[in-house]
């Protein structure tokens, strides 16, 4: 994609990819017996006595470094707490926490034991008990407690970041059994969930955050029992965290083949020219491209040609997600779905793909796009069990085939959508006097476009120029990283960028994303501002799913509602990965299949490393 969207504009976005990954819980036929792991809809793909993942090298070397840039648009970080609202914290922060249980990569809804070696799920659901390994330990060799845990579950939804409080809702409360055993409590009726998202939650000491304010911002590093610690930082900078020998879990199954460099390096950038420019003088060794023009025109350079620099383009199975430019609906000039219908038809996607991103991309019309969550051609019957109880309340589109984003001429000013973006704006009160585009009162459409990437405005001006033509007193607004994620925090623009990066399993999440209670929650992935108590009512179908067709009914059902009433100028998408990478790294040969698995699963080759620097 052309520059990085902010799918997340803090640190915390590392973590909730980390929770995310946890996906949705329903026990299987013996979800009331002790087990070592946590399944979706059926049965763990690995045995209570399996060896490592498959997607692995158990036998892969520990050594060297990866240095890496942070998320591109951050230029700085001044915190190692991305679990509050507060800050912009540093990037790999959460590889110093370890959770009760941890993803596989490879199979939708599942969980393994980590901290805890097993769980229970009562008969009812509405409880789980995890059984602590005794040998887990902090970094300072204190044992990791039922109170550590059940004082974290207190911390993170009683004054963590807002994402947390809509996730653990329905979590009534943990208790410490005994020292090595913890139990959650749920209440209400949509907890399928939650005993994965629990399990994912991040690990902290008691004694730690007793001591030490858990709402501040702070650069110390914190007590973690994950596998890397704090190293040494620069504020604005780089940040380095080192592999800990005396990892407690190194050996368990569920990390054989990980974590395998010794050295994680995040280095910091002003600006995206500067990080291309020390990509290729070797200052750093590896880049996710997400600018089509770079990937397409700017590698063809020595380091590369001679086979130095390698270009590789790995597979994403995963939902592409939603990516668009957000219409923040908060704002009345906003509220007719006819105005913001007539924004995306102003968009030529057709002459920015072939113009911009020499025809990388494939257009975005779902919010679950590149999955089976898709709704496609008229609702099924089952669809349209959960649709017709709100008939009155929903545009005829829903029930019909679902919207999507008309296709230009490619000529980038397409006069006919040009027409209907102006009849739609006409007939929602605004018309054209001295060819400026005013409501009753005289009042001129304003729009700004608040972006933090110069990168974006390539992008944007065409658009501007056709909004222009329509009578729009249309800008681009370019501020600082930092400003920028403060004003997306409080929902202080008209329309930004932003990415949903979707589950294969959704489920509460979609609440922060779409729910009415997140639009007014500051921080919160709700930038549209929906408050629609049917996308509500459809998205409690997702969460009290008890089978994964009922959970694709429920998902199609919300993309139609979602898509007929224009929350979103839709961008574009590209289901790979397009990394450069100094030829000093080796990896399995089986990528996972929902992650990109570089931090994970490579690891640093000598050979390969010792025959670059020989032909520098």
């Not at 596998?227 to 800990?244: A, H, L, N, T």
């Not at 001429?409 to 006919?416: E, L, M």
């Not at 974006?456 to 249309?474: C, H, Q, S, T």
């Amino acid at each position: 994609m052309p520059g990085t969207i902010t799918q997340s504009l803090r640190g915390v976005a590392s973590l909730v990819l980390l929770v995310c990954l946890c996906f949705a819980f329903a026990g299987s036929a013996n979800a009331s017996e002790r087990r070592h792991g946590l399944s979706t809809f059926g049965d763990l793909k690995y045995p209570a006595d399996f060896k490592h993942f498959d997607y692995v090298n158990p036998d892969a070397p520990k050594g060297g470094r990866l240095s890496m840039i942070g998320t591109a648009g951050l230029i700085t970080f001044n915190t190692l707490n991305p679990f509050i609202l507060k800050g912009d914290p540093a990037q790999g922060v959460t590889y110093l926490f370890d959770s009760l249980m941890t993803s596989a990569q490879d199979e939708p809804g599942s969980m393994y034991g980590l901290v805890a070696e097993s769980a229970e799920l009562a008969d009812d659901k509405r409880s789980v008990t995890f059984y602590l390994r005794p040998e887990a330990k902090f970094s300072d060799g204190s044992p990791v407690t039922a109170e550590d845990v059940v004082n974290t579950f207190t911390l993170l939804k009683e004054k963590g970041h807002p994402f947390y409080a809509l996730r653990l809702r329905d979590v009534e409360k943990a208790e410490a059994v005994d020292p090595g055993t913890v139990r959650y409590h749920f209440k209400g009726d949509q907890i399928r969930d939650l005993p994965v998202i629990v399990a994912g939650l991040p690990v902290f000491s008691k004694a730690y955050y007793d001591a030490n304010d858990f709402t501040k911002t702070t650069l110390k590093p914190p007590l973690g029992s994950g596998p890397y610690k704090v190293k040494d930082f620069k504020q604005g900078s780089f940040i380095v965290y080192e592999r800990r020998d005396d990892y407690w879990a190194r050996d368990l199954p569920v990390n054989r083949g990980r974590f395998n460099f010794d050295e994680l390096r995040y280095e910091y950038f002003r600006d995206r020219t500067a990080e291309f420019e020390a990509l290729k003088a070797g200052e750093y060794d590896l880049r996710e491209e997400f600018t089509s023009k770079t990937w397409a025109t700017e590698y063809n350079i020595p380091q590369v040609e001679s086979g130095r620099l390698i270009r590789l383009t790995l597979p994403d199975a995963r939902p592409s997600g939603a990516q668009g430019f957000f219409i923040n609906t908060r704002r009345d000039k906003f509220a007719d779905p006819r105005v913001r219908k007539a924004l995306d038809h102003a968009f030529d996607f057709e002459w920015t793909n072939r113009n911009q991103f020499y025809g990388l991309y494939k257009r975005t019309n779902s919010f679950f796009e590149n999955s089976d969550m898709k709704a496609e051609g008229p609702p099924s019957e089952a669809e349209l069990a959960l649709l017709e109880p709100y008939r009155d309340k929903l545009p005829k589109e829903v029930f019909e085939a679902p919207y999507s984003s008309p296709v230009s001429n490619g000529s980038g000013q397409d006069r006919t959508l040009l027409r209907k973006a102006s009849k739609l704006l006409g007939e929602a009160g605004w018309t054209v006097k001295d060819r400026k585009r005013v409501n009753a009162k005289g009042e001129q459409l304003e729009i700004e476009f608040l972006i933090f990437s110069p990168t974006f405005e390539r992008i944007i001006a065409p658009y501007v120029k056709n909004l222009k033509i329509l009578g729009i007193d249309a800008r681009i607004r370019l501020v600082d990283p930092s400003q920028y994620q403060e004003r997306v925090k409080s929902f202080d623009f008209d329309i930004t960028t932003q990415r949903y990066v979707m589950n294969m399993t959704p489920g509460v999440e979609l609440r922060n994303y779409w729910g009415t209670q997140s639009a007014d929650t500051s921080g919160s992935q709700n930038l549209a501002g929906i408050k629609d108590p049917v996308i509500d009512a459809l998205i409690e179908k997702v969460v009290t799913a008890k089978s994964r067709e009922e959970l694709v009914t429920a998902t199609r059902a919300i993309d139609r509602v979602l898509r007929a009433r224009y929350y979103w100028v839709p961008h574009w998408y590209k289901a790979a990965h397009n990394i450069a990478h100094w030829d000093k790294f080796s990896r399995p040969d089986v990528k996972p299949k929902y992650a990109r698995g570089v931090i994970e699963t490579w690891w640093y080759d000598d050979a390969k490393a010792a025959k670059l620097a020989a032909n520098n």
